[in-house]
């Protein structure tokens, strides 16, 4: 039989040309993340000793690293694209649904060494897990229902309260169990139910950095003038450093700007605009990421860090929407907080 000729052949020779391209070029990918995970690891240990956490350990170092390490590791993957392996790994929706059980481990890993594991901090965190799995593993449809509501609800409130505060009880680790729920999410909403669009992605695009910054610049002039006005920016008198604003910047670029964006633009924005439509999403998640700061810095409600917070939530929802990239909004959310952290707060 004679080999086929033309487009179609054609085609198909580049098919199988291709594949190999795309299995070289993600295990590139994923030798790159595994090497700068373990970059960031060193990093954020550096900055452990610098404020004094790893010293408050009591000589359980190794434990309390292996756990943070089992915590960061699912959040950097899926930046990289492991939700993607998990869905063709996890065939059985067994499997499935209690995959997500592991993420109980690095709890035990640090408590049970110390003596400070607590059945009811345990039994709660598993129980999210579970029931945010649950929730989502019966909504069906990719349109926005009840389930998504609840499991939204379930995670931001548990953050938002800080419910689980003492599950990692040394000061300086309040935000693991935080890193915790934001796997959960993660998992929830990239492997059993790909709603799409959220994205959360690691790998920068040449635009991100572009966007981000863009909308930075569009929100200064108002935050500034508005800020002085209500009394809520004061001027610091320090020239900071390089190095303080970029270890600054990277942080609350991971563990403050990176889930906050997820939770409301990747999720909540997201979510809404299927239901009203993209200004009216836009609006009311701003509205509702300022209120989600009504409790800091404060005993009561904090009207100033409200109103400033609600603006802001609008020009990081613009960035997420440029291009539908958390990275991008993320990326104005941490220089944000980052200029005010150091010379405005």
């Known amino acids: 039989m004679r080999s086929p000729t033309g487009p179609a052949s054609v085609h198909i020779d580049e098919m199988s040309e291709a594949a190999p391209a795309e299995a070289r070029s993600f295990k590139a990918v994923r030798w790159v993340a595994l090497l700068a995970i373990v ?5 954020f240990w550096a900055l452990a000793e610098y404020f004094g956490v790893a010293a408050r350990l009591d000589g359980h170092v190794a434990s309390a690293a292996l756990s943070f390490a089992m915590l960061l590791a699912p959040y950097w993957a899926f930046g990289f694209g492991l939700d993607a392996w998990l869905r063709r790994k996890l065939t059985s929706s067994t499997a499935k649904l209690l995959a997500p059980v592991a993420l109980i481990v690095p709890y035990l890993v640090f408590t049970l060494p110390r003596g400070e594991f607590r059945w009811d901090l345990c039994c709660g965190l598993l129980g999210i897990v579970l029931a945010v799995t649950l929730l989502l593993n019966q909504a069906g449809s990719h349109a926005p229902r009840w389930h998504d509501w609840t ?8 953050v938002e309260f800080h419910f689980f505060d003492g599950a990692w009880p040394v000061a300086g680790l309040s ?34 950095p572009a966007v981000g910054l863009r909308e930075f610049l569009y929100f200064t002039p108002i935050a500034l ?4 006005l209500l009394n809520f920016l004061h001027l610091h008198r ?3 450093n390089p190095i303080q604003f970029g270890a600054g910047w990277l942080f609350t670029l991971f563990f403050v700007a990176m889930p906050e964006e997820l ?3 990747g999720l909540l924005l997201n979510l809404l605009e299927r239901r009203l439509g993209t200004r009216h999403a836009l609006w009311i998640t701003a509205v509702l990421f300022g209120l989600a700061h009504f409790n800091k810095r ?14 802001a939530g609008f020009f990081y929802g613009r960035a997420w929407l440029a291009r539908r990239r958390l990275l991008a909004s993320s ?15």
């Open 39 to 43: 970059a960031l690891l060193g990093g």
């Open 175 to 208: 935000g693991m169990p935080k890193l915790l729920l934001l796997d959960a999410g993660l998992y929830a909403y990239l492997v059993v139910r790909p709603i799409g669009g959220i994205g959360f992605d690691f790998r920068p695009r040449s635009f991100d």
């Open 263 to 265: 939770f409301f633009r």
């Open 151 to 158: 499991a939204l609800a379930i995670l931001g409130l548990s």
């Open 298 to 311: 404060t005993a009561f409600f904090n009207w100033r860090y409200v109103i400033l917070a609600a603006i």
């Open 238 to 240: 320090t020239s900071g």
């Open 225 to 228: 003038s508005l800020g002085f």
């Open 331 to 345: 990326i104005t959310h941490a220089t944000v907080d980052t200029v005010w952290s150091i010379w405005l707060r």
